[in-house]
């Protein structure tokens, strides 16, 4: 599934049950409901996750700073010739590598400083830099794509808001709503590592006809529930506070 038609039925169908559920709904619990929608695919350094935080802006500046570094590494190392050359060599190249390759660098960079940061000034950006350095370290649909994942998701938003119970409601349901959507594909999900059994209904293939009709419902379905759900029910009052 397209990482749009993720966010549109995962934030959807998580804040029409949370509503259910929960007795109030806040803006930190949609944005919760959003990021946790897309989250499981930040080990894909292509995805719409990665692609917006890390967009091509922050990627030419990355291989602005490693061109640098190569002319830094050369000069200030002069007398270590011709291993300084060799060095430099490495470097600079490795600014011209793919897009994807980039982006996983700059995940990893990121996600090292935000996890020293937070040794030093809040717990809460080490939580967030491990999960980019983790993210950025798996195969596609390995490690975030499990229960493991989507239980560490919601108790970290129950961490941060133990008040707001709508928001860990919303973003562990959402996030579990991208994994149940991921099982509709060919390959399918293993959501119990080392457990080798994959929660698979082989309904759509990537790129097919066949993915366009189940997205296409999907979104449907997710419009009609919210419709029923905000509208019909009235529990629009949520978001106001009536």
Do not use: C
């Not at 719409?48 to 935080?53: D, I």
């Not at 802006?57 to 011709?82: C, F, K, N």
């Amino acid at each position: 599934m397209k990482g749009s038609s993720h966010l549109v039925v995962s934030t959807g169908i998580s804040l029409a049950l949370t509503a259910l559920i929960q007795p109030t709904l806040t803006p930190m619990a949609a944005a919760a409901a959003v990021i946790g929608s897309l989250l499981p695919d930040l080990d894909e350094p292509n995805g719409l996750l990665a692609n917006r935080t890390f967009p091509k802006a922050a990627i030419r500046t990355l291989q602005v700073v490693l061109l640098l570094a190569a002319g830094a590494v050369v000069w200030l190392t002069s007398a270590q010739y011709p291993l300084n050359l060799a060095a430099g060599a490495v470097i600079g190249l490795s600014a011209f590598a793919s897009i994807r390759w980039l982006r996983t660098m700059l995940m990893l960079i990121v996600g090292g400083a935000l996890t020293v940061g937070g040794v030093i000034y809040d717990t809460r950006l080490s939580a967030a830099g491990l999960t980019l350095v983790v993210s950025s370290l798996v195969p596609h649909r390995g490690f975030t794509h499990t229960l493991y994942a989507t239980g560490l998701w919601t108790a970290a938003l129950y961490w941060m808001a133990p008040d707001e119970l709508s928001v860990p409601i919303a973003g562990g349901l959402s996030y579990l709503l991208h994994l149940l959507a991921d099982a509709l594909s060919q390959r399918g999900i293993q959501p119990l590592p080392p457990i080798p059994w994959k929660l698979r209904v082989p309904l759509m293939r990537s790129g097919k006809f066949s993915a366009a009709v189940v997205e296409t419902a999907a979104i449907g379905f997710t419009f009609i529930l919210v419709w029923i759900v905000f509208v019909q029910m009235g529990y629009w009052r949520l978001w106001i506070g009536f």
